[in-house]
């Protein structure tokens, strides 16, 4: 099986064509794809489909580390896109890719030998609890300020969804409190019926935030594209910062920008790794 290896600031994709797939939709296979120590390894793994719809020009699958298929990854989605012009499947400065969340325009920015800047089209984000998912009586939109409760402590949260659920907390030092013990537990917490990815914020100032992420069916990574996108709109809808935000993940940053007309872009960067051939 060919497969090539992308990466949008450390959080890491293998792309594969569908054709190429010698095991379509196998958990246990997808799991082994992205074991760092028996496979490749990766965060995810995004399948380019044979056929795209009529209003996209490419459509892919993707699936976690855990072997469950996922609607969208941001970061996955830029890494897509590197793949289709680093290989010249496309030339035009836009493209348009289907996802399990809907169909994600993006523009190439930047375009080198080894770099390519995105600015994408992320969509509308889910506000409301009952979209999202999240288990609140009575329902709520905009879900800010909520609390849970986990090991005899209580979390006040801020969550949206950009195709999947989004859990963000307000911290003011990442060394003072155990996030990842804590963002282990809150993706699987009861409240969230299909789990959630889960990022912790320390606010800079109106225009920065820093963030660590815990992915759903993942772990943690060094960055998150649509948990970017949830980072940066808790900031905005907390009052913390204003519509533009400079995301500082740990491994660089990424732009988010909430547009007027409720249109969510995000602009970073993908490269390519490796091209590789497992032997199976």
């Known amino acids: 099986m060919r497969f090539e290896k992308y990466q949008a600031l450390g959080n890491d994709f293998l792309i594969v064509r569908e054709r190429d797939l010698p095991s379509a939709g196998d958990p246990e296979f997808f799991r082994f794809l992205c074991d760092r120590r028996f496979g490749p390894g990766a965060d995810g793994v995004e399948v380019i489909l044979e056929q795209a719809p009529d209003d996209a020009d490419f459509a892919v699958r993707l699936y976690n580390a855990d072997g469950g298929e996922t609607p969208i990854s941001g970061n996955g989605t830029r890494c897509v896109a590197a793949f289709l012009y680093f290989n ?6 836009r493209v348009s890719i289907s996802t399990g969340a809907g ?3 993006l523009s190439l920015i930047e375009g080198e030998t080894t770099r390519f800047v995105f600015a994408a089209e992320m969509g509308r984000p889910r506000l409301a609890s009952t979209e999202i998912p999240i288990a609140i009586d009575p329902p709520q939109e905009p879900v800010i300020g909520a609390r849970m409760a986990l ?10 969804s950009m195709g999947n659920p989004h ?8 060394d003072a409190i155990d996030w990842r013990r804590i963002g282990a537990a809150i993706e699987c917490h009861p409240i969230f019926p299909e789990r959630t990815n889960v990022e912790f914020i320390r606010v800079v100032d109106r225009e920065n935030i820093e963030v660590r992420f815990w992915e759903r069916g993942v772990g943690e990574t060094l960055a998150s594209g649509t948990g ?4 940066a709109l808790a900031a905005i809808l907390n009052d913390k910062t204003g519509r533009d ?16 007309d409720g249109e969510v872009i995000q602009t970073g960067e993908a490269r390519p790794v490796y091209r590789g051939q497992l032997i199976i």
Request: glycine letters at 6%.
């Open 245 to 260: 935000v400079n995301v500082l993940t740990a491994a660089g940053k990424l732009e988010v920008a909430w547009r007027a």
């Open 103 to 105: 169909v994600k325009h």
């Open 167 to 174: 859990c963000s907390i307000f911290v003011e030092n990442f």
């Open 228 to 231: 970017a996108c949830g980072a």
């Open 151 to 160: 090991d005899g402590r209580y979390f006040d949260f801020t969550a949206t």
């Open 88 to 93: 010249e499947l496309r030339r035009e400065p």
